[in-house]
């Protein structure tokens, strides 16, 4: 009579999950998305968008042969995306610097401004590859859950403000109406269509030349994801 192998338990699979690192994995996928939409990224990996939103719920978690290609396709170490484990870009060891200071920017009550209110360290070896000066990066808090299950309340992204030219399809952090928000645009003729990842929140519709209440900022290139 041959032995029953024992099934884990839900508890002991998310014990090891824990454990490994590996139960984090959504949030590293939403950093190498860098601002691209989940239908261009599965486009770019080769996956459904359907799979990669679930890997971005944390619904399931990809085979080691997924895994693989998205690490490829994404130009990071296969280590660091199951696990954490490890660097997620090459540093310039010729430098010695290995971390900048970001402005912390948020909107002033007062006079509406987008004001320096602190700053965040960041590390320098995430950037490097943008090509982007570190004076132009802004670090921007989010609030709300217009960008779900993108961005979540209380994410912190970093904007390129060198790059205000938008792209379809790509984030930036926009301000109009006296607010900063971070939303995924479209060129409509004349006028930008800022589209929320929650399908719940309806688009806005901004005409590209009135700079005195629609601005965009600059392209995020980073995600920092709240865990709590």
Same mark, same amino acid.
């Given at each position: 009579?041959?032995?029953?192998?024992?099934?884990?338990?839900?508890?002991?699979?998310? !014990?090891?999950?824990?454990?490994?690192?590996?139960?984090?994995?959504?949030?590293? %996928?939403? =950093?190498?998305?860098?601002?691209?939409?989940?239908?261009?990224?599965?486009?770019?990996?080769?996956?459904?968008?359907?799979?990669? !939103?679930?890997? %971005?719920?944390?619904?399931?978690?990809?085979?080691?042969?997924? =895994?693989?290609?998205?690490?490829?396709?994404?130009?990071?170490?296969?280590?660091?995306?199951?696990?954490? +484990?490890?660097?997620?870009?090459?540093? #310039?060891?010729?430098?010695?610097?290995?971390?900048?200071?970001?402005? *912390?920017?948020?909107?002033?009550?007062?006079?509406?401004?987008?004001?320096?209110?602190?700053?965040?360290? *960041? #590390?320098?070896?995430?950037?490097?590859?943008?090509?982007?000066?570190?004076?132009?990066?802004?670090?921007?808090?989010?609030?709300?859950?217009?960008?779900?299950?993108?961005?979540?309340?209380?994410?912190?992204?970093?904007?390129?403000?060198?790059?205000?030219? &938008?792209? #379809?399809? *790509?984030? /930036?952090?926009?301000?109009?109406?006296?607010?900063?928000?971070?939303? !995924?645009?479209q060129h409509?003729?004349?006028?930008?269509?800022?589209?929320?990842?929650?399908?719940? /929140? &309806?688009?806005?519709?901004? #005409? +590209?030349?009135?700079?005195?209440? *629609?601005?965009?900022?600059?392209?995020?290139?980073?995600?920092?994801?709240? %865990?709590d």
């Amino acid at each position: 009579m041959k032995n029953k192998v024992k099934k884990p338990s839900e508890q002991e699979k998310t !014990r090891n999950l824990t454990e490994t690192g590996v139960i984090n994995f959504k949030n590293r %996928l939403t =950093l190498v998305l860098e601002g691209l939409s989940g239908n261009a990224f599965a486009k770019k990996v080769g996956m459904s968008e359907a799979v990669i !939103r679930d890997y %971005l719920c944390g619904k399931t978690y990809p085979s080691l042969n997924r =895994l693989a290609i998205i690490a490829q396709k994404c130009d990071v170490p296969i280590e660091w995306l199951a696990t954490g +484990k490890g660097g997620c870009r090459l540093a #310039d060891e010729g430098s010695g610097q290995v971390s900048v200071h970001i402005p *912390f920017h948020n909107v002033n009550e007062i006079n509406k401004a987008f004001s320096v209110i602190e700053s965040i360290p *960041f #590390d320098l070896t995430l950037i490097k590859h943008h090509n982007c000066e570190t004076g132009d990066l802004a670090a921007v808090w989010v609030k709300g859950d217009s960008m779900e299950p993108t961005i979540s309340n209380q994410d912190i992204v970093i904007v390129n403000k060198a790059n205000c030219k &938008p792209t #379809d399809g *790509f984030l /930036y952090a926009v301000q109009y109406d006296d607010q900063i928000s971070v939303k !995924r645009i479209q060129h409509q003729g004349s006028n930008l269509v800022l589209i929320s990842d929650n399908p719940k /929140y &309806p688009n806005i519709i901004g #005409d +590209k030349n009135d700079l005195q209440n *629609f601005k965009v900022i600059g392209h995020v290139i980073y995600l920092l994801k709240n %865990l709590d």
